[in-house]
């Protein structure tokens, strides 16, 4: 997929990830429409950058419709919004539960159910999703974040076989833990030595990447959490007890402590 004159859709926009997507997706050509809930910080980038901004929260079960329809032609779409997930079941509300799988999971399938069609009949066009490394390794105290990533995961692989014949390409992106900006970042977590991170501008030369290379899944973390990651989808009781060794308990409590009032 070329980016240079494509339309291109960027959920989560108001995020520090979100924002470097939208950098790197303008600076190689895309025309952006930029997404999100704070109006004061999306204009203004959507201006720096030659784009539009449509103001949606995708908590809102209408608001996905209302976004494809207000986006127009959508050549690329990159579903980035997501809330954090963090903590244990037992601390989230019927309600808190629902908007976290409207946000992570449903709003992106509905809108790459709408704008695959357009892009199918076209013959050309490419979804993004951003997941987390989440998504292929479980961790104790993260089930309804690792529920929302596992699902889209398998969601992603599911629907680039199915649109494949028409031309579409599908491609999701599994950050780890990103330094500077995001969820990690703003819980003001501290890592244990030997655990490295990555920055939202390494995030979004991946996505740039996989668009243009149509690439199925593609990390962005250091090598040792990229093969944790392996071990956890070949053997999770294994990497469950690596974790608590490694203090994967106290890093994930400190997530859902710092991303509370987020949800």
Not at 224 to 249: E, F, H, T
Request: glycine fraction near 12%; proline fraction near 3%; avoid cysteine.
């Amino acid at each position: 997929m070329d980016l240079r004159g494509a339309n291109v859709l960027v959920t989560g926009a108001t995020g520090g990830i979100g924002q470097a997507l939208a950098r790197a997706l303008a600076e190689h050509g895309g025309r952006v429409v930029l997404t999100g809930r704070r109006a004061e910080v999306l204009e203004p980038l959507a201006d720096r950058l030659g784009g539009r901004a449509i103001v949606a929260d995708l908590a809102d079960r209408d608001a996905a419709e209302k976004l494809l329809d207000e986006a127009g032609r959508v050549d690329v779409l990159v579903a980035n919004a997501a809330l954090p997930g963090s903590g244990l079941l037992s601390d989230y509300s019927t309600t808190d539960i629902d908007r976290t799988l409207d946000v992570n999971l449903r709003a992106p399938i509905v809108m790459a159910r709408l704008a695959a069609a357009q892009m199918a009949a076209r013959g050309r066009g490419h979804l993004v999703f951003v997941s987390s490394l989440a998504g292929k390794t479980a961790s104790g105290h993260a089930s309804l974040y690792n529920a929302t990533k596992f699902g889209m995961r398998g969601f992603a692989l599911a629907l680039r076989e199915d649109l494949r014949p028409h031309g579409v390409g599908v491609s999701t992106v599994f950050p780890g833990f990103i330094r500077d900006a995001g969820m990690f970042a703003d819980a003001g977590v501290t890592l244990p030595r030997g655990i490295g991170t990555r920055s939202p501008r390494d995030v979004a030369r991946a996505t740039v990447r996989a668009i243009e290379r149509n690439i199925a899944e593609i990390d962005v973390a250091p090598f040792g959490l990229r093969l944790g990651a392996r071990i956890g989808g070949v053997a999770p009781v294994l990497s469950a007890a690596v974790q608590r060794r490694a203090g994967g308990r106290r890093i994930v409590q400190g997530l859902a402590n710092g991303q509370r009032d987020k949800r």
